[in-house]
């Protein structure tokens, strides 16, 4: 069993930052990759971030491109998602995500991850 509670999140200001963890419990997500997504009310959950089990490989959507950061500890099972730069737009539910598969295209689909965090959420006022 494989549980991924995440913290972190909250309101802020926009320009300011934020930063949400995901640990996992249960079996590690050693050899994993994993992904932050986001929904915002009456939206589709979309791709944030992602990265493979060693780093090596990061990707983002365009739209937080050189503003978040993803970053993991593989010894505390752990993922980071660094928010900068936050605008009114990135005000969402985050949610961790883990899956098996290390290719650019499967790492940005929700279809792909098969366990999930409880979401954590991010208010960006203006």
């Known amino acids: 069993q494989v549980q991924l509670v995440q913290s972190g999140g909250g309101l802020v200001q926009a320009g300011n930052s934020l930063r949400l963890s995901c640990t996992a419990s249960g079996r590690t997500f050693s050899g994993y990759s994993m992904g932050w997504f986001r929904q915002a009310p009456g939206k589709e959950r979309e791709f944030v971030a992602a990265?493979?089990?060693?780093?090596?490989?990061?990707i983002y959507a365009d739209s937080v491109k050189g503003r978040f950061t993803i970053s993991r500890d593989n010894a505390k099972n752990t993922v980071y998602l660094q928010m900068n730069s936050l605008k009114p737009e990135d005000t969402a539910v985050y949610y961790c995500?883990?899956?098996?598969?290390?290719?650019?295209?499967?790492?940005?689909?929700?279809?792909?991850?098969?366990?999930w965090g409880q979401g954590s959420q991010v208010t960006v006022s203006s």
């Open positions: 995500a883990r899956t098996a598969y290390s290719d650019y295209a499967a790492l940005q689909s929700v279809y792909k991850y098969m366990y």
């Open positions: 990265s493979t089990w060693s780093g090596s490989t990061t």
